[in-house]
């Protein structure tokens, strides 16, 4: 009898995935999870019902959607991937640049878009590591972000596709190949989905719950209502803003959920020689939460239908007959807009970057005899510009002096003292200090020459209804902290509650599968049920 017992956890121990799948949510802090975890009733209520962490954190200050995604299939802080904001300054050019630019390649469908691809990301993804260890492993990354599905997928994927509103799905290719052939995994799908930018979307209320959430709001001393369907959306026949509508919708979500689906059987995932991956990004959240905040009745449907959309993906799975192994974490989190938040008592204020950033240029100008304003950016990315060298590193200094002395201003740092800071591994997220925060999104020759962060609940956005209301960004927890939750079939909820990071994923899941992260990743192996086929190395 003992025998076989032990027979039958040796057999659950050695039960690898042939399908794992990591699932990110845009925007989607541990606030936002905790306010909804109970009210799921499908996907999400699933994947809470493994093992949840409610406090997981993107450790790093820059918490943006690039960098954010950077961290989850690496191991990596964005100052070992590169990624360190969504747009930076190129080293080479001195010129902005798209966080995934790559001049190398064209977009299969568009050779006049602007191009992408994973060049710039500085690190190698779960999927490389899979790839290397046996290249009969499928790689297929989804999103309706570029940023998000090269980011996550890596260099080394089978697909790795996007929508764009009006094509469908799409991807990278060198120049010269063929976008048919590029584009004839998903043709099919961007067939069926085609009467999706011609026809006006639609967005109402399905859920009492969201309609009682409805209510007028004074922003910029005008009344805006937060109501469904929003103001100025679904109303045009114009094909170009009929998409723009669609994709800033929880649509967004349901075609993202629909192309994973369809890239499963092209892909035939989960039914291979070797264990699989599949990322996949839902956006929406991002979107309504940056043009309608996180606590209206837009964010309720949208939570609805994301619920939806991840349950008919994870009945999917469910169909394909296979152990496998999810995961599901986000890029950054994020806050409601100020107006809302203040009317709950919170010190949410905005402030005027623009003024900040003028008094310092004039205490500048002032003590050097500048003739020019020598700073340029927004108070939170700042460089220096037209100074001699020799003079910089005293205008350096007296810069983040003038900076820190700004009330609105919690700290400021230049590149070259955050990277020469320390970063201590293991280190409990929620500790890390300020500095170690931007030290993990600094980078050399991407990083700006000041990094600084407002005062926490205050931001520099302005407030225009359906474009944008709030955002994140911060290096506070309510943009850093977000859930990570696994699930496996079979797996017996537990919510745990000590903090890890999201850095942590990559080596768990390589725990998983059997293959070896790079030594120099940042997190760890997080030992979940023997049931889940993590074996962490001891």
Not at 309 to 334: E, F, N
Not at 386 to 410: Q, T, Y
Request: glycine share 8%; hydrophobic share 40%.
């Amino acid at each position: 009898m003992a025998g076989s017992l032990m027979l039958a956890a040796s057999a659950a121990r050695a039960e690898t995935p042939k399908l794992v799948v990591a699932i990110s949510i845009d925007q989607y802090s541990a606030s936002l999870f905790d306010e909804w975890r109970t009210r799921y009733k499908a996907g999400l209520a699933r994947l809470a019902s493994g093992v949840a962490y409610s406090a997981g954190f993107q450790t790093h200050a820059g918490t943006e959607t690039c960098p954010g995604h950077s961290t989850l299939l690496t191991g990596k802080h964005p100052n070992k991937t590169g990624i360190v904001a969504n747009t930076y300054r190129d080293p080479d050019s001195g010129k902005t640049v798209y966080c995934v630019n790559d001049p190398d390649m064209v977009l299969a469908h568009d050779p006049m878009a602007n191009p992408v691809g994973p060049k710039r990301l500085m690190a190698t993804t779960l999927g490389d590591w899979m790839k290397a260890a046996d290249p009969k492993s499928r790689v297929v990354a989804v999103s309706a972000k570029d940023r998000a599905a090269i980011a996550m997928g890596g260099h080394h994927t089978d697909g790795t596709f996007w929508l764009v509103g009006g094509a469908g799905l799409t991807t990278y290719m060198p120049r010269g190949a063929d976008g048919t052939r590029a584009l004839a995994p998903v043709a099919a799908f961007n067939k069926q989905i085609a009467k999706v930018w011609t026809t006006k979307p639609q967005w109402t209320y399905a859920h009492a719950d969201c309609r009682a959430a409805a209510a007028d709001w004074t922003l910029n001393g005008k009344t805006w209502s937060s109501k469904l369907p929003p103001d100025d959306w679904g109303v045009s026949d114009d094909p170009k803003t009929i998409a723009a509508d669609a994709l800033a919708s929880p649509i967004a979500d349901e075609l993202t959920g629909q192309a994973a689906e369809a890239l499963i059987d092209r892909f035939h995932l989960g039914h291979g020689p070797a264990t699989d991956l599949l990322a996949v990004s839902f956006s929406a959240t991002d979107f309504v939460g940056h043009r309608y905040g996180t606590r209206g009745p837009e964010m309720c449907e949208q939570q609805h239908r994301l619920d939806d959309a991840i349950g008919r993906l994870l009945a999917k799975l469910d169909s394909l007959k296979v152990p496998y192994l999810v995961v599901l974490a986000a890029d950054h989190g994020g806050s409601d807009f100020t107006e809302r938040l203040q009317a709950q008592g919170y010190p949410a204020k905005r402030v005027s970057g623009s003024a900040i950033m003028g008094r310092v240029n004039k205490a500048l100008m002032a003590e050097f005899h500048l003739s020019a304003p020598p700073l340029r950016g927004n108070v939170e990315e700042v460089n220096l510009e037209g100074v001699p060298d020799a003079e910089r590193p005293r205008l350096l200094a007296a810069a983040v002096k003038a900076l820190r002395a700004e009330p609105d201003v919690a700290g400021a740092f230049t590149r070259e003292d955050l990277l020469a800071t320390p970063i201590r591994k293991g280190a409990a997220p929620e500790e890390v200090s300020l500095k170690e925060r931007f030290a993990m999104s600094a980078y050399p020759g991407r990083s700006p020459d000041i990094l600084a962060a407002l005062q926490p609940m205050e931001t520099t956005l302005p407030a225009r209804p359906g474009d944008i209301v709030a955002g994140h960004g911060s290096p506070w927890d309510y943009d850093r902290r977000v859930p990570i939750l696994f699930w496996w079939p079979g797996a017996k909820a537990q919510w745990r509650f000590l903090p890890i990071e999201t850095v942590d994923i990559a080596p768990t899941l390589a725990a998983a599968v059997g293959v070896t992260p790079p030594a120099d990743v940042d997190g760890r192996c997080l030992q979940l049920p023997q049931t889940s086929g993590v074996q962490c190395p001891k």
